[in-house]
């Protein structure tokens, strides 16, 4: 435990440093940019066995990152506290407005409204994965998931307009009820985590829009929206899925190409959104399956990441270690190709009369 909060502190001390540094001359500017960055490297450090705090740890950092380049594309200088603020704040303190403390009430109904349903995405995961494999589980999987994810989105959300309502900060907007999109491009530059939306326009698309390379900028602003994703779950899945996640960011730019040619914006409303909800949930199993790799470690047990009991390929029903091999490690073998054997798999494991079982997450082979 020590180990883990020892890791967050790197994080969050590259990250004031990096804040005292971002003013001044050249030299200290790009000090506090490579500071920052290289404290993407502590999840790396991480226990392999804890997918969800190398996930929490990667997005910090490049939290924080990107927070310290928009100080830097500040036109005047910001105060001391301000920067501290602004880097290791939820929300872009800069553009927040002050406003007299209070809860508020579309937050907490939000809150309350979505909270209970990301309980229910998180079981609907949790039951697919005991169907037997095929379309039926993919389905049940992938449909929990993407009500777990959306709806997870929409409580922090709710909670960070809570926390800094009650401390008199209005940070909005935040999140903008992306289902009623009725274009994939109302959903990304309108709707969808406008905090992140704001940073690539600003860094990434204006800069080259500027130039009259709009195109190019659209380009460029969803490459990098891919590799922020890709970096954020590397660490956490491994590369197999942090690219699957990069790619639905990409497959967005012929989404976007495509509903600009057919003119989707005259559509009818019903329509219009048919389209735009439609490929999103065609495309989210490249977005939301990395992320369920993630909570298929929240159900396995701790100690299953260290059993060991080598099961002959012969045993068509695995038993269950016994008690005295707990620190060692499970082998597997299976046939298949090579194709077959990439990503990670979870491995669900009977005693004989299968009246238990035991859910092993992030198997890998070879």
């Not at 301000?82 to 007299?100: N, Q, S, Y």
């Not at 709707?191 to 009259?212: E, Y």
Request: overall charge positive; hydrophobic content about 50%; aromatic content about 10%.
């Amino acid at each position: 435990m020590l180990l883990l909060v020892l890791y967050v502190g790197l994080v969050y001390g590259a990250a004031l440093i990096a804040a005292l540094l971002a003013t001044g001359p050249r030299w200290r500017r790009g000090a506090a940019v490579l500071l920052v960055a290289a404290g993407y490297a502590v999840p790396f450090l991480a226990p392999t066995g804890d997918p969800t705090f190398r996930a929490f740890v990667a997005l910090g950092s490049l939290w924080f990152t990107a927070r310290t380049v928009e100080l830097l594309r500040e036109p005047k200088p910001v105060p001391t506290s301000r920067r501290i603020w602004h880097v290791l704040g939820l929300v872009d303190t800069l553009r927040a407005r002050r406003m007299t403390p209070r809860v508020d009430t579309s937050a907490l109904i939000r809150l309350l409204v979505c909270a209970p349903l990301v309980a229910a995405g998180w079981a609907g995961v949790s039951f697919g994965s005991y169907l037997p494999s095929g379309a039926a589980r993919l389905a049940v999987r992938w449909s929990a998931g993407v009500v777990l994810v959306y709806t997870g989105v929409e409580t922090v959300v709710a909670l960070v307009i809570l926390l800094y309502g009650l401390l008199g900060v209005d940070p909005r907007p935040l999140h903008d009820d992306p289902i009623r999109s009725r274009t994939i491009t109302e959903f990304w530059s309108r709707r969808w985590n406008r905090a992140v939306h704001r940073f690539l326009k600003q860094t990434v698309f204006a800069p080259v829009a500027r130039r009259g390379r709009t195109g190019l900028g659209l380009v460029l602003t969803f490459l990098m929206s891919a590799f922020i994703h890709f970096a954020f779950m590397l660490p956490a899945v491994g590369l197999f899925w942090a690219g699957m996640m990069g790619a639905f960011f990409v497959l967005q730019l012929p989404f976007l190409w495509a509903e600009r040619a057919l003119g989707v914006n005259r559509w009818p409303g019903l329509l219009a959104r048919a389209w735009t909800l439609g490929l999103l949930l065609v495309s989210s199993p490249l977005f939301v399956e990395p992320a369920l790799q993630i909570v298929d470690s929240w159900s396995a047990p701790r100690s299953s990441q260290s059993l060991t009991r080598r099961l002959s390929p012969s045993q068509r029903d695995p038993q269950l270690p016994s008690s005295d091999a707990e620190d060692r490690r499970v082998v597997i073998e299976a046939e298949g190709t090579k194709a077959e054997s990439w990503g990670s798999f979870t491995l669900k494991v009977w005693n004989d009369d299968r009246t238990r079982s035991l859910i092993i997450s992030g198997v890998t082979f070879p």
